[in-house]
């Protein structure tokens, strides 16, 4: 029975699944670990609202679990050779240089974990890559791993991780399934298979825990993920649909998720998905389509990404179209930043592709999210914009309470669904902005009919 792991990787995986782990099983040691000394400083902040991910339920388990059974530290080399299992939960970008530049994943921190625990270990490890990977990428782990001078036995799973953030407490306490990939045509493949399967088994029953061959588990992750962002680039696309038939997109997804073959979730028309993981799993699919030679499967999903760019960019547009062709000089308030409710993660949100194309049309941004900090907002800004740091702040207003960000505005833009943005007074509102009064509303949580009789102009997404 194991008592030791280690995870390398303080991230939203890395943070919330072993924080579960170590809640499920007080028996077992987790020693969380990373090379960012400030992260690891603010998993282990007093102040609990420091943390580095937020998610909902994730602090009252640290409360609990932190310095317990759960620890977080920056002691790489120590915490590989005390732990009997070593999870890889590092980040697996979009390659941003050379061969496979803004297609492949970049496996080099995934490469440097390896290295690093064959030269530490000295001891037999079961190495588990829960990061999600290209397909076969266990067989480079593997090589690696061989070139330990210490004798040591190195036995590889895939545990690709599922959760989704803003919901990942839940996802990780009642998850769907637990895939583990591994070699069981081996007695040591099996018996590490079953030491994963027994820590899950405190919590998960073992219907759900499904085993498979590695490279199986390895393309299930992509699989998933592609299968999920073309769920929402299909329901996108019929919303441009509607838009010009006056069809309504809502009513569509209603009717269609009837059908139990289609299933009612993940149809949320919406201004684009964003998020750490669809672009950059689907565009590493196609790179290992492309590099088999599959250029059709290349480019079937290469298209899912695409209609995502397109729903961006027309949502974008549409702003500019119905303020009188000219946002130049208006003051715009923009709802939301994270790339979906519920979390401080802001990677690849449509937030900040909006604002981008926005503040080029030279609109004045006044931005709010309850959860992204003010300094993250203006280094995704910062990050993805050609204009100089000065003038970039000259053109955006972040704001840490809603209170007075709405007065003399022309426009309310939600680019997040946060729930606090339903329950605004949109008639005290209305009074203070500018008149014509518009809403574009993203993500189509306001009650149109409501806020028209309020007196503002309109506009949601696929209506
Ligand atoms: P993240 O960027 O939040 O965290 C990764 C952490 O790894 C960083 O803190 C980084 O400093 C650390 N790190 C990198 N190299 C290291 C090294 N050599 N030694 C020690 N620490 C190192 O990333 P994430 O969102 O947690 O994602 C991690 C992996 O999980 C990715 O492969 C991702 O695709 C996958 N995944 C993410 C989600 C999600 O919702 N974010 C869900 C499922 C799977
Ligand atoms: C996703 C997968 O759901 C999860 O299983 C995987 O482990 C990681 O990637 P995540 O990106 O955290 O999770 O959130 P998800 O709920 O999938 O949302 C992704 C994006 O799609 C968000 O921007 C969200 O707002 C958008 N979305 C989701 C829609 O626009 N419409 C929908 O119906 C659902």
């Known amino acids: 029975m194991i008592k030791s792991i280690c995870c390398i990787g303080a991230g939203y995986v890395g943070g919330p699944t072993m924080a579960v782990i170590a809640l499920k099983n007080p028996h077992i040691k987790v020693t969380v670990v990373d ?12 102040n609990l609202d420091k943390l580095p991910v937020y998610e909902p339920g994730l602090a009252e388990i640290i409360a609990q679990m932190r310095n317990v059974n759960l620890f977080f530290s920056t002691q790489v080399n120590e915490a590989i050779q005390q732990a009997e299992m070593i999870f890889i939960s590092v980040n697996t970008p979009t390659k941003t240089y050379g061969l496979g530049k803004g297609m492949a994943a970049d496996l080099k921190y995934v490469e440097l974990c390896a290295r690093q625990i064959a030269s530490v270990a000295t001891t037999n490890k079961i190495v588990v890559e829960k990061s999600t990977l290209p397909v076969r990428t266990a067989s480079t782990i593997k090589s690696i791993l061989k070139q330990s001078q210490n004798n040591v036995q190195f036995e590889i799973l895939s545990n690709p991780e599922f959760l989704a953030e803003g919901t990942a407490i839940n ?5 769907d399934r637990v895939l583990i990939g591994g070699d069981y045509h081996t007695p040591e493949g099996k018996n590490a298979i079953a030491a994963l399967s027994e820590i899950y088994k405190n919590w998960v029953t073992t219907d759900k825990i499904i085993t498979t061959n ?17 769920r929402i680039s299909s329901i996108n696309a019929m919303s441009a649909i509607c838009e010009a038939t006056e069809a309504n997109i809502d009513e569509v997804a209603f009717a269609i998720g009837k059908d139990s073959r289609i299933g009612d979730k993940f149809l949320k028309a919406s201004v ?8 950059k799993d689907i565009l590493n699919l196609v790179y290992i389509a492309q590099t088999f030679g599959l250029n059709e499967v290349a480019d079937y999903w290469q298209q899912v990404i695409s209609m995502n760019n397109y729903q961006k960019s027309r949502f974008a547009r549409k702003i500019v179209q119905e303020m009188f062709n000219t946002v130049s000089g208006k003051k715009i308030v923009l709802l939301g930043w994270a790339f979906k409710k519920d979390t401080n993660d802001s990677r690849e949100s449509a937030a900040i592709d909006i604002a981008n ?27 993805s914009t050609t204009i100089p740091q000065e003038e970039l702040a000259t053109k955006i207003k972040i704001y840490n309470h809603p209170d007075t960000i709405f007065q003399q505005a022309h426009a309310i833009v939600i680019v997040t669904e946060w729930d606090q943005f ?17 809403i574009f509303d993203g993500r189509n949580i306001l009650n149109p009919s409501e806020i028209t009789q309020i007196g503002f102009h309109y506009i949601g997404i696929g209506k």
């Open 357 to 383: 194309y926005l503040i080029e049309e030279q609109a004045e941004l006044h931005i709010y999210d309850p959860k992204v900090t003010a300094q993250q907002i203006f280094t995704d800004l910062e990050k």
């Open 35 to 46: 090379v960012n000394q400030e992260r690891i400083n603010a998993w282990n902040a007093q």
């Open 214 to 230: 590695i490279w199986s588990s390895e393309l299930s992750k992509l699989t998933a993920n592609a299968f999920l962002a073309q």
């Open 272 to 279: 684009g998905f964003g998020g750490s993981c669809f672009q």
């Open 171 to 175: 996802d990780l306490l009642n998850p």
């Open 422 to 438: 339903k329950t605004f007074n949109y008639t005290n509102i209305k009074k203070q902005m500018q008149q014509p009064a518009f």
